[in-house]
C-alpha cells in the first residue's frame, strides 16, 4: 500500500504551505485520513484528521485556526493547507489512512496505513 505526502519545503515564519496526500492503491474517500507530524527529537503529534463524510475535521489545539484539511476525491487526494507558520510547526509531516471511515481522535495507534513523511522547516 502507497501513501504519499509531498509539498513539503523550507520557508519563513508567517508563510504557508499546502501539504499532499496520494494513493495509487487506496481509495482514499474511504478511508478517514489524518495528518500526523514529528519534530526533531519530539515524539509524533497528531495534526489534523477528516473522516470520509467530512463532517467536522479534527485538528490539534495547536494549529486550529491556522491549518486546513480537506479531500479532492476525483482527484484521490487529501491536502493540508497551512498558514501562519511558526519555528514550532517543523517537523516530517505524514499522512495516514484508516480504514475505519470515522475519525477516532487523531490516534497514530488507530491508523492502518502510513505514507513516507515530508519535511516542513519553517525558519528565519
Known amino acids: 500500500v502507497q501513501l504519499q505526502a509531498s509539498g513539503g519545503g523550507f520557508v519563513q515564519p508567517g508563510s504557508s504551505l499546502k501539504l499532499s496526500c496520494a494513493s495509487s492503491?487506496?481509495?482514499?474517500?474511504?478511508?478517514?485520513i489524518a495528518w500526523f507530524r514529528q519534530a526533531p527529537g519530539k515524539e509524533r503529534e497528531g495534526v489534523s484528521c477528516i473522516s470520509v463524510r467530512d463532517g467536522s475535521p479534527l485538528y490539534a489545539n495547536s494549529v486550529k485556526g491556522r491549518f486546513v484539511i480537506s479531500r479532492d476525491n476525483p482527484k484521490n487526494m487529501v491536502f493540508l493547507q497551512m498558514d501562519s507558520l511558526s519555528p514550532e510547526d517543523t517537523g516530517v509531516y505524514y499522512c495516514a489512512a484508516d480504514r475505519a471511515p470515522h475519525c477516532k481522535g487523531i490516534v497514530a495507534s488507530v491508523m492502518d496505513y502510513w505514507g513516507k513523511g515530508t519535511l516542513v522547516t519553517v525558519s528565519s
Open positions: 492503491d487506496l481509495n482514499l474517500d474511504t478511508y478517514a
